[in-house]
């Protein structure tokens, strides 16, 4: 073999290992706060992101705002204050878009998640403006932090949850009208475990309904619930064989028809990062790609498939930063 030919396989190995690894970068490396956490990530319709999270001195302290950014061509925008509560803290961003083409801003505001109250924003023109946020009615929530699921019909499925003293359970928010009105459904818990699930994504299933996906206190697993009526009546939860160390949790149905779930493949910690992969709604999942390993908190992540079939993720990153990651679809087994 030729030092010539060498050089040649040299080069083809390295584009093509390059060309399969994720595309990784910060939200931002300098911001205005000292710690942020809770991330949402949502694709425009020019094909932009955008990416919100909250952000202040500390979880749960006064300060503590939502802040958003968006990745054009040129990189992210310096994060920008989008909510921001006189003495009260702002929690869990939700970002997504209804089938009329309006996006919506969900987040919570108030001192603990057992006194939230929901409010959002809306924007007519692709997040590059906002209304004025206002707070949803005594009860509702909202998605409470994780992308909702739009229904073929446009109806709209935002999973949430409510935190009492020592009960949590999940429930749905439904909209029949593009997210401008709302009604409750549930609980949803866990037959065993008063704590119960929270903060549930939705994924629709393959032979018709719905399926829940939550984090789990004193549990020690995933768990799932199913819906055949449009998310207004449920199963009682069940653990799935992926571990869950009361963690956040986000799982997306491909165009393909696989899920692929992002989640901490742990017990106890928020480390490591790791994403799975399932072809049977997650009845059953292969893990496939760990996203971090190194010692560290990287978690409440935020999962979506972008119109050219990628997956787009982003999560907190030590509390420190938001980290995006872009995996090509041809890596998802």
């Known amino acids: 073999m030729t030092a010539q030919i060498r050089k040649l396989l040299v080069f083809f190995l390295v584009s093509s290992v390059a060309a399969a690894a994720p595309r990784e970068e910060f939200v931002f490396t300098t911001a205005p706060f ?17 990416a919100a999270w909250f952000g ?39 970002l ?19 006194q939230w109250t929901g409010a959002y924003r809306r ?33 709209v499925l935002a999973g949430t949850s409510v935190e009492s003293y020592r009960s949590w359970s999940a429930w749905v928010e ?9 009604t409750k459904h549930g609980p949803v818990s866990h037959p065993r475990e008063p704590y119960g699930i929270i903060q549930p994504t939705l994924i629709p299933r393959s032979g018709g309904g719905v399926r829940m996906f939550a984090r789990a206190r004193n549990i020690g697993s995933i768990c799932y619930a199913d ?13 799935t064989e992926l571990p869950n160390p009361n963690a956040g949790v986000d799982a997306v149905k491909l165009a393909d028809g696989r ?44 999962l979506i498939q972008g119109s050219g079939g990628d997956l787009h993720m982003t999560y907190t990153w030590k509390r420190e930063r938001i980290k995006y990651v872009r ?3 041809a890596d998802v087994p």
């Open 34 to 50: 000292a710690q942020c956490h809770a991330s949402t990530v949502m694709e425009t319709k020019d094909g932009e992101m955008l």
């Open 56 to 94: 202040g001195t500390r979880e749960r302290h006064p300060d503590v705002a939502i802040w958003m950014a968006r990745r054009s061509a040129g990189g992210w925008s310096a994060p920008a204050e989008m909510a921001r509560h006189e003495n009260t803290p702002t929690w869990n961003p939700v």
């Open 96 to 114: 997504f878009r209804t089938l009329d083409g309006a996006t919506w801003l969900f987040y919570k505001f108030g001192v603990d998640p057992r």
């Open 123 to 155: 924007s007519d023109d692709d997040g590059r403006t906002w209304s004025a946020a206002r707070p949803l009615p005594a009860g509702l929530l909202g998605p409470i932090r994780v992308k909702p699921l739009i229904l073929p019909n446009g109806d």
């Open 174 to 182: 439904r909209s029949t009208d593009h997210g401008q009105s709302w």
């Open 227 to 239: 819906s055949f009526d449009g998310g207004r009546s449920w199963t009682p939860a069940r653990e």
């Open 259 to 302: 899920a692929v779930m992002i989640y901490n493949h742990a017990t106890k910690g928020r480390t490591p990062l790791n994403l799975a992969v399932s072809t049977d709604d997650g009845d059953s999942w292969k893990p496939f790609l760990e996203l971090e390993t190194e010692p560290g908190e990287y978690s409440y992540p935020a």
């Open 327 to 329: 995996v090509p679809l």
